[in-house]
């Protein structure tokens, strides 16, 4: 049976096979802003946290991404009450490599004991026998890389990690970490008012890896009243935010936007980007204002 696409507009941005097997819908979800001030603590509302997850599949989206240090575990725990057990097609990705000692505390550590504990908690905060996707949230400079992905290589091994992903790194350590061990993803800060990461995702689609772009709807100065966005949104009849990711869907075949939030309608409004189609004109024109 055909998807309704008008039911789940997620689905109209498209699909793509993480490390080759993994098929997720391209426009995911980022859960960071489910957990409290500060990436810290329980959210105000709990409720409504399960209601933005379950309502994100309901909108067709395959792919979330979390992390053990949101919360930290909150933002896991919240995704295993609102979806588990998990549909077939969902996959949850997670991070490891931060310790957290207060709101707005992150602390690097890539001591491969601490990242077999962390990875170990979270499949059973996430209530999962395999993380589809785990990801080095940073690289620990006071650790050996090859200690850091040799620890989530034998945890591949180990059928607890399917596919292992980077976070914040440049091509020099991609190419340095994939020497190590095999490369899915790659997560870093990427927007259309941002592209200080342009080398990286181009490095991503040479050798297909997923890119992944945090605080993807970033528009900065192009929202500006009269501005090129403005203007483009206006012949949409969408928002500045809308069009920041249909820019991103539009800009390559491995990026996967994961837009946050914490409220079900911001939800609505940014998976129905996903159905946004640029022209060739209003591409250029977005990515020449910047």
């Known amino acids: 049976m055909a998807t309704d696409v008008s039911k789940q507009p997620a689905k109209a941005s498209g699909s793509y096979r993480i490390g080759g097997d993994l098929t997720v819908d391209r426009l995911g979800y980022g859960a960071m802003q489910l957990t409290g001030p ?26 979330i991404d979390t992390a053990d240090s949101y919360g930290p575990f909150v933002s896991e725990l919240l995704i295993r009450e609102a979806l588990h057990p998990y549909a077939d097609d969902l996959v949850v990705a997670t991070k490891g490599g931060f310790t957290r000692a207060g709101p707005g505390d992150w602390r690097v550590v890539g001591r491969p004991e601490y990242l077999r504990q962390q990875c170990e908690l979270s499949l059973r905060h996430l209530g999962l026998e395999t993380i589809p996707l785990y990801q080095l949230h940073r690289i620990d400079p006071q650790v050996p890389l090859a200690d850091q992905l040799g620890e989530l290589e034998l945890l591949r091994q180990e059928g607890k990690i399917r596919h292992i992903g980077l976070s914040e790194v440049t091509v020099s350590q991609i190419e340095e970490s994939r020497a190590i ?110």
């Not at 105000?44 to 395959?62: F, I, M, N, Q, S």
């Not at 259309?192 to 080398?199: F, I, K, P, T």
């Not at 100065?221 to 090129?228: K, N, S």
Request: charged content about 20%.
């Open 38 to 63: 500060g990436v810290w603590g329980d959210p105000k509302d709990p409720a409504e946290a399960v209601r933005v997850l379950r309502r994100a599949v309901e909108l067709g989206v395959t792919f």
């Open 181 to 290: 061990t095999s490369i899915a993803s790659v997560q870093n800060l990427y927007n259309l008012a941002n592209r200080s990461a342009e080398d990286v995702l181009e490095y991503c689609e040479r050798n297909d890896l997923a890119f992944i772009p945090w605080f993807p709807i970033a528009t900065g100065e192009l929202a500006r009243p009269g501005g090129p966005l403005d203007t483009i949104a206006a012949t949409h009849d969408a928002s500045p935010a809308q069009l920041a990711l249909a820019w991103l869907l539009r800009r390559s075949p491995v990026m996967l936007p994961i837009p946050g939030t914490s409220s079900v309608a911001h939800l609505e409004e940014n998976v129905a980007a996903a159905e946004v189609r640029l022209t060739d004109d209003e591409f250029e024109a977005l990515a020449k204002a910047t």
